[in-house]
């Protein structure tokens, strides 16, 4: 358990056999993890109203399936930015991936590795990115937070890039962190010995993060861009406008901003906003299989899921990560097969009981 304390992390084995579906992980998780550990992945800021809201939301929408529909060549394929997915359920950038398990990070690029899925690597990585790229077999994004030293960021970025990552995900609504009680009350702190060796040292300079440090990235940057954490459609306006990649509709799991809307509940107007100019990608609350496809009928080319692959990596390791994947890639297949849609295109909004349809269809 090379840099982590051995009382830090509850490794008895479990079998993965006794979970059906996503929810059985944060149950385990929870007693595989510290509490502090636990504390921060499974809290939100403040009240945690939006964290609520994200699930709420997604409840609330119903189906309208079509029936006698030939599903039998289920398609899950997506294709974004040229690259080939097998389908469209992507690794949510997470944080400190030693603290829910030894291999941290390496076992969850071999769980996305199992589950073809591609894995989008925070930087707050407690592995080199080197590394991780050695044991990838699936594609891999980079998250980047912007650093007031901006030629780190240049480094940062050139590095990832070396490193074979295929596109850059700047996340644009962390300019601080949320009021995170639960994380102050469980004393959050690195375990000695565990290190984000691609975020530099503490911050020096107050500097302000605006749409000219967007305009800075693209102008070297190599790979696609796009930018995590918009839910204002005028913001993902200004971000088509930019002329950037993609965008990813994300309220970061309720640990911001609390108050702020539902993911779900933002897409659609984000989407009819963006009007298919470049793609929109969503996570937030993403639990089900009906959820994955509710976001897909509601504008998202994908999804990406990021607490649960928390809890999996705790649970697991690799194969708890290619778990919560599989189950759920799994659940959205039987969602296809069931709303009578065998690919991705023909998962449009007339899937969504008219109810939440914005443009009633009759
Ligand atoms: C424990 C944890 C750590 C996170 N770390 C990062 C991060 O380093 N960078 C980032 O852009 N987002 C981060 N996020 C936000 C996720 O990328 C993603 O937006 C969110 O988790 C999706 O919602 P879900 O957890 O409900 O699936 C983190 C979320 C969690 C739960
Ligand atoms: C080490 C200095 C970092 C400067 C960059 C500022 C970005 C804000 C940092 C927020 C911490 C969030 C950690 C991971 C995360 O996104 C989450 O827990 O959620």
């Given amino acids: 358990m090379e840099g982590v304390p051995p009382d830090s992390l509850k490794q008895e084995p479990v079998d993965l056999a006794d979970f059906i579906n996503l929810f059985d992980f944060e149950q385990m998780a929870k007693g595989k993890m510290t509490e502090m550990a636990y504390e921060y992945v499974a809290s939100g800021a403040a009240d945690e109203l939006t964290v609520r ?10 189906l309208n399936p079509t029936v006698l529909t030939d599903v039998s060549q289920l398609d899950t394929r997506i294709s974004l930015f040229g690259q080939k997915l097998a389908h469209p359920i992507l690794i949510a950038p997470t944080a400190y991936h030693k603290l829910m398990h030894p291999e941290g990070e390496l076992a969850t690029a071999r769980g996305a590795g199992l589950a073809s899925a591609l894995y989008v690597v925070s930087s707050f990585t407690t592995t080199p990115l080197a590394e991780i790229a050695q044991v990838a077999t699936q594609p891999l994004w980079f998250q980047v937070y912007v650093r007031d ?7 940062q970025i050139q590095e990832a890039e070396a490193q074979g990552c295929q ?5 644009v609504d962390t300019p601080v962190p949320g009021v995170r009680n639960r994380e102050q009350r469980g004393n959050f702190r690195l375990p000695a010995g ?13 500097k302000p993060f605006t749409w000219n440090d967007i305009a800075w ?3 070297f940057a190599k790979t696609p861009v796009l930018l995590k954490g918009i839910l204002n459609p005028d913001d993902a306006e200004k971000a088509v406008q930019a002329g950037v990649s993609g965008i990813i ?3 970061h799991s309720g640990r911001n901003l609390d108050t702020v809307p539902a993911t779900i509940e933002a897409l659609p107007r984000i989407a009819e906003r963006v009007n298919r100019r470049i793609p929109v990608l969503m996570d937030g609350g993403i639990r089900r299989g009906t959820d994955v496809l509710k976001a897909i009928a509601l504008g998202a080319n994908a999804v990406l899921v990021g607490k649960p692959i928390c809890f999996g990596l705790a649970c697991g390791g690799a194969e708890g990560v290619a778990k919560v994947l599989q189950l759920l890639t799994y659940e959205f297949e039987l ?8 690919t991705i295109d023909s998962i449009d909004r007339s899937v969504i009981w008219d109810s939440f349809r914005e443009n009633k269809q009759g």
């Avoid at 809201?53 to 119903?62: E, F, H, T, V």
């Avoid at 969602?335 to 065998?342: E, K, Q, S």
């Fill in 53 to 62: 809201w994200n699930r709420q939301a997604l409840d609330a929408i119903k």
């Fill in 249 to 251: 509709v994300s309220n």
């Fill in 217 to 219: 990235i693209q102008s």
């Fill in 149 to 155: 030293d901006r030629e780190f960021t240049r480094n």
């Fill in 335 to 342: 969602a296809m097969i069931l709303t009578g849609r065998a």
């Fill in 167 to 171: 596109a850059l995900c700047i996340t």
């Fill in 194 to 206: 565990v290190t984000i060796p691609h975020m530099g040292g503490p911050i020096v300079e107050k």
